[in-house]
Nanobody, 127 residues
Framework: QVQLVESGGGLVQAGGSLTLSCAAS????????MGWFRQAPGEEREFVAA????????SYADSVKGRFTISRDNLNNTLYLQMNSLKPEDTAVYSC????????????????????WGQGTQVTVSS
């Protein structure tokens, strides 16, 4: 089992930047593919970005491509999401998730495939 705790959310003006962190504890971090998802009020959970176990392969939703960067530090058991050029439509609760993954280069984009989730951190972008 792995425990995930997000941090770094907050209120930012449109065009600004935030970096989210997801600290993992429990089993070895590098056996998990990781992902970021978000959910706005009244909306379904939405895929944002995913990264493979090694960090070599990433995937992004079209809505964030070129603005967000996912990365991981396997030595310090931490996942990151650097968010630049933020827009009001990026406002949501952002959650990280882990998927026990045998394949070192696979990215996982479907939320149903993830095993563990953090509680989420609120990101609010004002116009």
């Amino acid at each position: 089992q792995v425990q995930l705790v997000e941090s770094g959310g907050g209120l930012v003006q449109a065009g600004g930047s935030l970096t989210l962190s997801c600290a993992a504890s429990g089993r070895s971090f590098n056996i998990y593919a990781m992902g970021w998802f978000r959910q706005a009020p009244g909306e379904e959970r939405e895929f944002v970005a995913a990264i493979s176990r090694s960090g070599a392969v990433t995937s992004y939703a079209d809505s964030v491509k070129g603005r967000f960067t996912i990365s991981r530090d396997n030595l310090n058991n931490t996942l990151y999401l650097q968010m630049n050029s933020l827009k009001p439509e990026d406002t949501a609760v952002y959650s990280c998730a882990s998927d026990f993954q045998a394949h070192i280069a696979k990215v996982v984009t479907a939320p149903a495939e993830y095993d563990y989730w953090g509680q989420g951190t609120q990101v609010t972008v004002s116009s």
